[in-house]
């Protein structure tokens, strides 16, 4: 799956869109390298999110296309 598409599906991110800027904007790095949206996230990645000032590190767990609202912290773990 799409980073992009994950970290919507997942609620890391709200919209795909804010995603897709995130990641144009060099603030979303996978493994500690810095990636496209149309990276391919697997089961194990690690990824880094930049949120202004504040770091969100998380290990993906499952790759879902469709997820409800209550499970959508289910598919990763926030490491720090």
């Known amino acids: ?3 992009d598409k994950f970290l919507k599906v997942s609620r890391i991110i709200k919209r795909r869109t804010v995603a897709n800027d995130a990641c144009d904007a060099a603030r979303v ?3 500690g390298r810095v990636v496209k ?3 391919d996230v697997k089961v194990g990645d690690v990824l880094e999110i930049t949120f202004g ?3 969100m590190k998380v ?3 499952d790759v879902k296309e469709y997820t409800a609202k209550n499970d959508a912290a289910l598919l990763y773990e926030v490491i720090e």
């Open 1 to 3: 799956m799409r980073l």
């Open 29 to 31: 790095s996978v493994n």
């Open 37 to 39: 949206a149309s990276y």
């Open 53 to 55: 000032q504040r770091l």
């Open 59 to 61: 290990r993906v767990k």
